[in-house]
């Protein structure tokens, strides 16, 4: 939500488009029948009604970006109307896409989370979208981004909203520390010691000033996740049928986020919140922050005072899984619907419009091409913090998606917070994470 501006920009759309596509795409895909050349012009006239789901409440900011996409593609498309339809979450958006699916009224096209993959595909829901685009389309893309858009070789989704985890640090705090203000930790062992200086007491003993804060809850496991890149293994295979919680790297990534507040009271212990950390990292309360590069725009608009922002420290190797969302179209509707899908799809990742979400929101610019933009160019030249991400994905890895994936999540997030509320230690969480997981995933095993 990943990441995302999980309060304000968990984006999600479900568009319903009611007519027909273009002409210049393949007419006929999984059995059905294609139209001639006469037919789809005719049908090309026909007026065109989109709905597109959006999940913020009506109003807020990112309605006004959603209007104006939605405004362009009908000035580009007159027969096309989007509809833009505001309320809802990620994970409510989920829930009414599979209830729509099971009810046989399948939308056409959502923008889901990138780790809703297997979700949809035990659902038999999406559309296998790798011949409906080109390869150089698809390789457009940055490759840590298509980790999770493929099984296999079939791509099912197409990146759109995506993010990274990245640490952001208060340069003022760090120069009043006397820690070097350009020069982010680079390694586990630099970020201690600087947490340690930063952490700041009263007269009375009381922490003031954290040094660090993680968020510990909603997204643990993504947090974790990035922690054991960095220790050298990713928590799960690729095709969505296992997990590896219980390596010992991932013993040691947990030893190390626990000990930073049981151990080295550098970060609050218990529990800290997704969406308190930002907060405490723009108020001052925190002097460096792990989260969501799709905050980066928040940070930017509301910190009053020099921040940077860096990879995540290195222990045997810099890492960070992806997050954020994917468009995916759905499979039982007709041709024409699917055809105008990915129109709207070509639409929103066109090289401009990449450049301009990333600018608006701090998401990821998800293609190389978008930043060979005029755009993207002079945002990042006078603002060189948005390239961290970008530069980071060559570190970048798939984030955990499973079939039976919200089950997964959650029993691994709830096991990581006892870890971090000192109820069980790292290696019995990660034990019980891996029999729990194994015993929901084996039936896709076989």
């Known amino acids: 939500m990943k990441k995302v501006l999980l309060s304000v920009l968990a984006t999600t759309f479900v568009l319903s488009a ?19 050349p006469a037919e789809t012009a005719k049908a090309a006239d026909k007026p065109v009604d989109v709905q597109f789901y959006f999940p913020v409440a009506v109003g807020g900011p990112i309605t006004k970006l959603i209007d104006k996409l939605a405004d362009d593609f009908h000035k580009e498309n007159p027969n096309i109307t989007v509809k833009p339809v505001y309320g809802g979450s ?10 729509a699916v099971q009810g046989g009224n399948s939308p056409d096209i959502a923008v889901l989370l990138s780790t809703d993959l297997y979700s949809l595909l035990s659902m038999n829901a ?14 457009g ?22 993010s990274t985890i990245v640490m952001y640090y208060n340069k003022d705090l760090f120069k009043k520390a006397g820690l070097d203000p350009d020069k982010a930790p680079a390694n586990w062992n630099e970020l201690k010691e600087a947490a340690s ?25 993504w947090m974790l996740q990035a922690m054991s890149l960095q220790t050298g293994t990713n928590i799960m295979s690729n095709d969505g049928k296992k997990v590896y919680f219980n390596k010992p790297e991932v013993q040691e990534a947990l030893q190390f986020y626990t000990d930073l507040g049981r151990k080295d009271k550098v970060m609050p212990e218990g529990t800290l919140e997704w969406a308190t950390v930002p907060s405490d990292f723009i108020s001052g309360k925190t002097a460096m922050m792990f989260h969501t590069t799709g905050n980066l725009t928040k940070v930017k608009t509301d910190a009053k005072f020099n921040f940077g922002v860096a990879f995540l420290p290195a222990n045997k190797q810099y890492g960070s899984p992806t997050g954020g969302g ?16 990915v129109k709207f799809i070509e639409f929103l990742t066109k090289p401009e419009r990449v450049a301009q979400w990333s600018i608006d929101t701090g998401y990821v610019g998800t293609t190389k091409a978008s930043y060979e933009t005029d755009l993207l160019k002079n945002y990042v030249k006078d603002f060189p913090q948005a390239a961290v991400a970008r530069d980071q994905l060559q570190y970048a890895d798939s984030e955990l998606s499973t079939y039976q994936n919200g089950q997964v999540t959650k029993l691994f997030n709830d096991n990581i917070q006892a870890v971090l509320l000192g109820k069980m230690t790292p290696k019995e969480a990660l034990d019980k994470s891996q029999q729990q997981a194994d015993e929901i995933l084996k039936s896709f095993q076989k």
């Open 90 to 99: 990620y994970q409510d958006t989920m829930t009414k896409v599979a209830t």
């Open 126 to 139: 999406i559309e296998d979208l790798t011949p409906r685009f080109s390869k150089d389309y698809f390789n």
């Open 197 to 221: 200086k930063l952490t700041v007491k009263d007269a009375s003993g009381k922490v003031t000033q954290w040094g660090i804060e993680i968020p510990s809850t909603g997204y643990q496991y």
């Open 141 to 162: 893309f940055y490759e840590a981004f298509m980790g999770n858009t493929k099984s296999g070789d079939t791509v099912w989704s197409v990146p759109f909203q995506r």
């Open 326 to 341: 994917n468009l995916y179209v759905f499979k039982n509707i007709p041709e024409e619907r699917k055809a105008a899908a």
């Open 18 to 36: 009611c007519g027909q596509g273009t002409a210049d795409k393949p007419a006929a895909q999984n059995g059905n029948a294609s139209s001639s």
